[in-house]
């Protein structure tokens, strides 16, 4: 089996930077790619920003693209989300995830995951 914890989650201003972080642990071996997705009060989940490592490729949600920066470690199956010049519509909670295998046209897919984290607060305020 697979655990997913993130952490890095908290309370910043409009136009200010946090950093999400989430490692992989356990059958590692398994994971094929990580992704975010968040989901605010009263809204369906959505995609954020995902990374493979087979083929190594980042892929971005059209809201985070200019904004967010996904990078990966190799070996620990660990995932970082920088997240820049933040704004109040990105209040939400941020969940990390894990696949097993890994389709590029289905990366946004949340039911493609199979290992969840607890998820991470982040409220940006104005």
């Known amino acids: 089996q697979v655990q997913v914890v993130e952490s890095g989650g908290g309370l910043v201003q409009s136009g200010g930077s946090l950093r999400l972080s989430c490692a992989a642990s356990?059958?590692?071996?398994?994971?094929?790619?990580m992704g975010w997705f968040r989901q605010a009060p009263g809204k369906e989940r959505e995609f954020v920003a995902a990374?493979?490592?087979?083929?190594?490729?980042?892929y971005y949600d059209d809201s985070a693209k200019g904004r967010f920066i996904i990078s990966t470690t190799s070996v620990k199956k660990t995932v970082y989300l920088q997240m820049n010049s933040l704004k109040p519509e990105d209040t939400a909670v941020y969940y990390c995830a894990a696949r097993e295998t890994f389709l590029e046209a289905t990366v946004a897919e949340s039911r493609q995951y199979r290992y969840w984290g607890q998820g991470t607060q982040v409220t940006v305020y104005s």
């Open positions: 356990g059958r590692i071996g398994l994971i094929y790619a």
């Open positions: 990374a493979s490592w087979i083929p190594d490729l980042t």
